[in-house]
């Protein structure tokens, strides 16, 4: 056997025809899949998933979820929640429905750390690197989702993938016209609620087929998502998305262009935050303590104005489940594949992205001005508006405003493979990326109505202004992050076939173009005053030691080679073997923090964390099987531990200095007869703090020879399915070993288990052969425990998120 006939379709896909399908797979880009040889390659029964995943043959470890696994899932649910079934990942949803987010840990790396890409593109906040989990695709729209445990691919666009890669891929159209259409109810069914807390659900996907005589397919798909919140008696998620495809093949030797649309609204309080976890006392100790009424009433009033009479707000609409957390996100995503030679392929996929989102909250913000410096605007972390707020006549008031922190970016970039095959046996890349984010980030605030909501959730749309002209923010910052990546890759293959090896080599060039508009207050300050410029000296005089409005450039680069091989000893069994090294670059809260310090001062420019990962294992594959088993060892210089808190919307890093992690994770997926699945997968895992952290010049926390917090230690799961006649029975459940809150493993955040229930019942025997009824119940024993928490250094009290109650879900779909 040779290379499998990527680039050799010129004559391999004469014999296939149109069952040829020139679509990655596995692997981020269009590139790294044809280069690695997991394109998919239709040639009749050939389907190497058993049961939905598929452990695919290249050097690094990797775990595929497939179509067949993701829709046995509650309709709706984020794809992220699903990829618990693989080994090393741990999600934590927020609900039990997948539109309200979640935090995400794979191989004890938070998900500043996981690069995750959409058909190669990636979602990562351009910032902070963190994820919006519920901006993911619509899971009847997703092909495969694939993790790579430990490194990423040479030409990919990643500032901060040191953990991993999750890679989605969306299905491509079909050659024939098809309708699919998916209805969901469902409803929380748990000890202790006292309400109906329902979920709707619709989704609707239509295939055009071919329709042109060139061959031009295309798919839409559009859903409509609403259910009320999950534990409180307020609000809900209100969610559309839409998405298209179209696939134009050029020839008939696997070249193609594709055009990917998505756009999504989410319009969804905040949900699931209120216990606190102190010295390991959590505040549910009752399956019912987890439903709850907000503290301000609702429906509330807000303070009654009076004319004369300094008012001061009541409580109406402060509640953190009174957050709204909108966001419109939307890309284009093209793919592409040219065959220049008959041994030279260039794959082109250029993309963009845009994000309007905020977190929502309020503040108090006061009609006159700061009395220290008589100014306006946002000063020491309070509002100074200067006009009649609440329009009552006078500026004596001290009103409630909605105050989210708010985020627009827009981003583009491209990724380009050339593909040259030396010989049957050689082959080599080059690859250049591009990635250009332009991150501007503000803070303006808006008015609430009568009953403590929103006029407006985006009061960036109509600000209030200040009495001198001076919008009322208490963040104004633009930031660029651009990359520039040349990478270089050779794939040799020996011993018939039976030995590959890989060589890459990456060189990101990262650039920050920081501009903070507002005055830098205290180190590690990002927000910092914001006044009108015009009042610039006034400012400084009152308050001395800001800093004030000031831009930088910094630049962060190296040279990341990558290595690795894979072996077969017999057509089934082989091992493999790959090292990476990796850069992250820390996010831009850390860097517009370090401006306070002029640039003389190490502390200007924050350090990345620089890492090597090394994986080995054993991996078996054939017909009725898909086994894995790897160890792998990370050690890492500088590691940055980041953690996000919700009091004052604001990510904290902490610099762990050298830490050392390893561990095991296998999965095993069989097919002993055809009516039955056994998948059963575990991890293990251990991270090592070396050194005692730093504080302060004389100060230390004991953190040498302690394990990094938030990543449990281990996991430990499966899922049966069973076919009896037209009913498909299927049952997974999980074990989650306990994590610490902070680095110095004073409180430990218990483990727990969750389980799910899923029947299918098809309904072909009445004559709809692509129709069925499914039913999900998900945390089937209804286990209470505690899902993510914010954590830190030496943290001891934090707020946890609850881990969703069980729930219970119908759905009906329909296909023709
Ligand atoms: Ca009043
Ligand atoms: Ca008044
Ligand atoms: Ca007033």
């Known amino acids: 056997m040779k290379f499998q006939p990527v680039l050799k379709t010129a004559a391999s896909t004469l014999?296939?025809?149109?069952?040829?399908?020139?679509?990655?797979?596995?692997?981020?880009?269009?590139?790294?899949?044809?280069?690695?040889?997991?394109?998919?390659?239709?040639?009749?029964?050939?389907?190497?998933?058993?049961?939905?995943?598929?452990?695919?043959?290249?050097?690094?470890?990797?775990?595929?979820?497939?179509?067949?696994?993701?829709?046995?899932?509650?309709?709706?649910?984020?794809?992220?929640?699903?990829?618990?079934?693989?080994?090393?990942?741990?999600?934590?949803?927020?609900?039990?429905?997948?539109?309200?987010?979640g935090s995400f840990t794979v191989r004890g790396f938070s998900s500043d750390r996981i690069s995750q890409t959409v058909d190669g593109i990636p979602l990562n906040d351009s910032g902070n690197y963190a994820l919006y989990t519920n901006q993911m695709l619509d899971p009847e729209i997703i092909e495969s989702a694939t993790v790579s445990l430990g490194s990423t691919d040479v030409d990919s666009p990643t500032a901060s993938a040191a953990g991993g890669t999750?890679?989605?891929?969306?299905?491509?159209?079909?050659?024939?016209?098809?309708?699919?259409?998916?209805?969901?109810?469902?409803?929380?069914?748990?000890?202790?609620?006292?309400?109906?807390?329902?979920?709707?659900?619709?989704?609707?996907?239509?295939?055009?087929?071919?329709?042109?005589?060139?061959?031009?397919?295309?798919?839409?798909s559009a859903s409509k998502t609403e259910n009320k919140s999950t534990f409180s008696n307020y609000g809900g998620v209100d969610k559309q998305q839409y998405n298209a495809k179209i696939y134009q093949p050029i020839g008939d030797n696997g070249d193609?262009?594709?055009?990917?649309?998505?756009?999504?609204?989410?319009?969804?309080?905040?949900?699931?935050?209120?216990?606190?976890?102190?010295?390991?006392?959590?505040?549910?100790?009752?399956?019912?303590?987890?439903?709850?009424?907000?503290?301000?009433?609702?429906?509330?009033?807000?303070?009654?104005?009076?004319?004369?009479?300094?008012?001061?707000?009541?409580?109406?609409?402060?509640?953190?489940?009174?957050?709204?957390?909108p966001s419109n996100t939307g890309n284009i995503r093209v793919a592409s594949r040219f065959t220049l030679m008959d041994?030279?392929?260039?794959n082109v996929e250029p993309y963009y992205q845009y994000v309007k989102a905020n977190g929502g909250g309020t503040s108090s913000a006061y009609e006159y001005a700061d009395p220290a410096s008589g100014l306006l605007g946002q000063i020491g972390g309070d509002y100074y508006a200067g006009i009649d707020l609440n329009g009552d006549g006078d500026t004596l008031d001290e009103v409630r405003v909605l105050s989210p922190s708010q985020t627009v970016t827009n981003r583009f970039g491209v990724?380009?493979?050339?593909?040259?095959?030396?010989?049957?046996?050689?082959?080599?890349?080059?690859?250049?990326?591009f990635d250009r984010a332009r991150h501007r980030q503000s803070g303006q605030t808006g008015y609430l109505k009568m009953n403590g909501e929103p006029y407006d959730v985006f009061p960036i749309n109509d600000p209030i202004m200040t009495a001198d002209g001076f919008v009322l923010n208490k963040r104004d910052r633009k930031s660029v992050a651009m990359l520039n990546q040349v990478s270089g890759e050779y794939r040799g293959s020996f011993l018939d076939d039976s030995l590959i090896v890989l060589l890459g080599a990456r060189a990101p060039f990262f650039q920050r173009d920081l501009n903070q508009y507002c005055y830098s207050t205290e180190p590690g300050d990002g927000y910092g005053d914001c006044v009108a410029p015009a009042n610039a000296a006034a400012y400084l005089a009152a308050y001395p030691d800001s800093v004030a409005p000031t831009s930088r450039t910094l630049k962060y680069d190296k040279i990341l080679p990558s290595a690795g091989l894979t072996y077969k000893f017999t057509p089934e069994a082989s091992v493999f073997v790959s090292y990476a090294k990796n850069l992250s670059?820390?996010?831009?809260?850390?860097?517009?923090?370090?401006?306070?310090?002029?640039?003389?001062?190490?502390?200007?420019?924050?350090?990345?964390?620089?890492?090597?990962?090394?994986?080995?294992?054993?991996?078996?594959?054939?017909?009725?099987?898909?086994?894995?088993?790897?160890?792998?060892?990370?050690?890492?210089?500088?590691?940055?531990?980041?953690?996000?808190?919700?009091?004052?919307?604001?990510?904290?890093?902490?610099?762990?200095?050298?830490?050392?992690?390893?561990?095991?994770?296998?999965?095993?997926?069989?097919?002993?007869?055809?009516?039955?699945?056994?998948?059963?997968?575990?991890?293990?895992?251990?991270?090592?703090?070396?050194?005692?952290?730093?504080?302060?010049?004389?100060?230390?926390?004991?953190?040498?020879?302690?394990?990094?917090?938030?990543?449990?230690?281990?996991t430990?799961?499966?899922?049966?399915?069973?076919?009896?006649?037209?009913?498909?029975?299927?049952?997974?459940?999980?074990?989650?070993?306990?994590?610490?809150?902070?680095?110095?493993?004073?409180?430990?955040?218990?483990?727990?288990?969750?389980?799910?229930?899923?029947?299918?019942?098809?309904?072909?025997?009445?004559?709809?052969?692509?129709s069925y009824v499914q039913l999900n119940i998900t945390n089937l024993f209804d286990e209470v425990y505690i899902g993510s928490a914010s954590g830190g250094l030496t943290t001891t009290s934090s707020y946890v998120n609850i881990g969703p109650p069980r729930a219970i879900s119908a759905s009906f779909i329909m296909g023709f």
């Open 343 to 346: 041994n030279l392929i260039l």
């Open 256 to 325: 193609f262009i594709a055009i990917a649309g998505h756009y999504n609204q989410n319009r969804n309080n905040f949900n699931g935050s209120p216990a606190r976890f102190s010295d390991g006392v959590w505040s549910i100790q009752d399956p019912a303590d987890r439903f709850y009424t907000l503290y301000d009433g609702t429906p509330c009033t807000t303070d009654t104005p009076e004319a004369g009479v300094a008012d001061e707000p009541n409580s109406c609409g402060s509640p953190f489940e009174r957050r709204y957390n």
């Open 585 to 714: 670059v820390p996010g831009t809260d850390d860097l517009y923090g370090a401006m306070y310090f002029p640039l003389s001062n190490p502390a200007a420019k924050p350090t990345p964390e620089t890492s090597d990962s090394f994986d080995a294992g054993f991996r078996y594959q054939s017909g009725n099987i898909q086994a894995q088993v790897a160890l792998w060892y990370n050690t890492y210089s500088n590691r940055l531990a980041s953690a996000y808190y919700a009091e004052c919307d604001c990510t904290v890093t902490t610099n762990l200095g050298k830490v050392d992690k390893y561990g095991i994770d296998g999965s095993l997926s069989w097919r002993p007869v055809p009516s039955l699945l056994v998948y059963a997968f575990g991890s293990y895992l251990k991270s090592e703090i070396k050194d005692d952290v730093q504080t302060g010049p004389d100060s230390y926390v004991p953190t040498a020879g302690k394990r990094e917090r938030g990543a449990p230690k281990y």
């Open 415 to 433: 990724i380009a493979n050339l593909a040259y095959d030396i010989n049957d046996q050689n082959r080599v890349r080059i690859s250049y990326t």
């Open 15 to 101: 014999a296939v025809g149109t069952a040829f399908l020139a679509v990655p797979a596995l692997a981020q880009s269009t590139g790294s899949a044809e280069f690695e040889g997991d394109a998919i390659i239709v040639t009749g029964a050939r389907e190497a998933a058993v049961g939905g995943v598929e452990v695919p043959e290249t050097p690094k470890a990797k775990v595929a979820i497939t179509k067949e696994l993701i829709m046995r899932q509650t309709p709706g649910q984020t794809i992220n929640d699903t990829l618990n079934l693989v080994p090393g990942v741990s999600f934590t949803n927020n609900d039990p429905w997948g539109s309200l987010g």
């Open 716 to 770: 430990l799961g499966g899922r049966v399915q069973y076919s009896i006649g037209p009913a498909d029975i299927g049952f997974q459940v999980k074990r989650t070993g306990s994590r610490y809150l902070n680095d110095i493993n004073t409180v430990t955040l218990p483990g727990y288990t969750v389980a799910d229930f899923d029947v299918r019942f098809s309904l072909e025997n009445a004559g709809l052969e692509k």
């Open 166 to 220: 999750i890679n989605i891929r969306s299905i491509d159209p079909s050659d024939d016209f098809g309708i699919m259409t998916s209805l969901t109810y469902g409803n929380i069914i748990s000890r202790g609620d006292p309400g109906d807390r329902m979920m709707y659900r619709g989704f609707i996907l239509v295939n055009t087929g071919e329709f042109t005589a060139a061959g031009t397919k295309a798919w839409f």
